[in-house]
């Protein structure tokens, strides 16, 4: 419809386009998202100045995407542009600027700088930003990954639990969005000798993971070892 009313090439039919991206994303598919970002980013960089926020969300999208992919290099440009376009825009203490840092935070772990990734989650721990749910979980699956890179297995299982409480509580235990957080959080539970406790978790997940996630997704990956 959007294409049909207002051409491929507007503003307008950029919206669809990441809305659709972002539920591949959601499934895991990361390559087809990562081609509808670009061409969405492509749109709105064509008729929007780079500073706009909608660029600047396009951009991020596009690098969360990329590091969810594993590809660091390709992710590198437009994650240093959103995050430097979000703070100029909105400041330290906003939710746009935080998202962006959650990505970056990721990409830093992804990349072995933990040390670095461990200065970006101070700046999350003392924004004044109004955090979502999901935003919180990330915050925390950040948190943990950190605390397992230092050997700090007590306070990983402490963050992989809230960061599993929190989503359960705002979507429901089988939601899919649940998913990834749970069987990370099942994960440190066997980790650490409470096989049964990781097992009760994961196994009610299994006939949603298996219909609802791209057959390359990384969580069926995950999956496939409680097998």
């Known amino acids: 419809i959007h294409a049909a009313v207002s051409g491929e090439s507007s503003a307008s039919y950029a919206m669809p386009l990441n809305n659709l991206a972002y539920a591949n994303e959601d499934l895991g598919d990361y390559a087809q998202a990562i081609a509808l970002y670009e061409r969405s980013l492509a749109i709105r960089s064509a008729v929007l100045p780079d500073t706009d926020p909608v660029v600047l969300r396009a951009r991020q999208n596009l690098a969360r995407a990329l590091t969810g992919a594993g590809r660091l290099e390709a992710a590198r440009a437009p994650l240093e542009a959103a995050l430097a376009g979000m703070r100029a825009r909105f400041g330290e203490d906003d939710a746009n600027t935080a998202k962006v840092e959650l990505v970056q935070a990721d990409w830093l772990l992804r990349s072995g700088r933990v040390d670095e990734a461990n200065d ?24 943990a990954a950190i605390a397992r890179a230092r050997d700090d297995p007590a306070l990983e ?12 509580e705002a979507s429901g235990a089988m939601h899919p969005f649940v998913a990834q957080f749970a069987l ?5 539970l066997s980790s650490q000798g409470h096989a049964a406790q990781a097992r009760a978790l994961v196994d009610p997940l299994r006939s949603m993971i298996d219909s609802t996630f791209a057959t390359d997704a990384p969580i069926r990956r995950q999956l496939a070892h409680w097998r």
């Open 184 to 188: 990370d959080y099942a994960q440190a």
């Open 157 to 168: 299982l402490e963050k992989r639990r809230t960061a599993y409480e929190t989503m359960r």
């Open 120 to 143: 970006t989650l101070a700046l999350l721990q003392e924004s004044g930003a109004r955090f979502t749910p999901l935003m919180l979980a990330r915050r925390d699956a950040v948190a």
